[in-house]
């Protein structure tokens, strides 16, 4: 088991992969990392699906502007947000963390009537911010991954509508990222990364 700054120093994008496939405890436990994640309100607003087949796994590497290592990797996660669960969960979620008293009283009220009084407007807007929440799981999985020996690689670039279209998903479901998972058929050496110098705002 690797520790969480091991994990960080080790992962890597792959775009290479073995087909071998992933053991389903080892699949179980990687989305376990991602529903213990944190989210607003408790929201949990996070729903993946897994893909194994390779015919779905090629429509979505076309539907990535072609990216076809995605259809190499023995299972794709596509993580998506789901709009209902993320106003149910954070009313529910709001109210527990009052019930608690982890947070008070009155900002539980401000957040249950804001949830209330969103408009389709204001969730389309909301939406990108709705993301944040499964960047956090995404990267749980990411990290967790490691343990098993697994490799990951985060896309964004796809058309979401088309991908959609595939698993016939309603309005309420955004997807947000495609992570293709399995066994590393490469060792990429470590990107440039900027210094703590540089990422410091005066
Ligand atoms: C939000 C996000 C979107 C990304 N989209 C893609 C993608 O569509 N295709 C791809 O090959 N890599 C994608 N990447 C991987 C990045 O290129 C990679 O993280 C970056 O170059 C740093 O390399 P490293 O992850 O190996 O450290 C994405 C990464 C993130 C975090």
Redesign the pocket.
């Known amino acids: 088991m690797l520790t969480t700054k091991e994990a960080i120093e080790k992962?890597?994008?792959?775009?290479k992969f073995k087909p071998d496939p992933i053991p389903e405890e080892h699949i179980l436990a990687i989305l376990d990392s991602a529903r213990l994640a944190p989210s607003g309100s408790n929201s949990q607003p996070w729903r993946f699906k897994i893909v194994r087949e390779q015919e779905t796994r090629s429509a979505l590497a076309q539907a990535?502007?072609k990216?076809s290592?995605i259809a190499e990797a023995p299972i794709v996660l596509v993580c998506c947000v789901d709009i209902k669960g993320f106003l149910n969960g954070t009313v529910s979620g709001a109210q527990d963390l009052g019930r608690i008293g982890a947070v008070e009283g009155r900002i539980v009220k401000i957040i249950v009537d804001r949830t209330e009084r969103y408009t389709p407007m204001d969730i389309e807007e909301i939406t990108p911010r709705i993301a944040f929440n499964l960047?956090i799981a995404i990267e749980h999985i990411v990290l967790r991954a490691l343990d098993f020996g697994l490799g990951t690689?985060?896309?964004?670039?796809?058309d979401e509508k088309a991908i959609k279209n595939m698993f016939g998903w309603g309005d309420h479901i955004h997807v947000v990222?495609?992570l293709p998972i399995g066994y590393p058929a490469e060792s990429?050496a470590?990107?440039q990364?900027s210094s703590i110098e540089e990422i410091l705002i005066d």
Do not use: E, K, V
């Open positions: 992962r890597r994008s792959i775009r990535s502007h990216q290592f960047a690689c985060w896309i964004r670039l796809f990222t495609l990429p470590p990107r990364r």
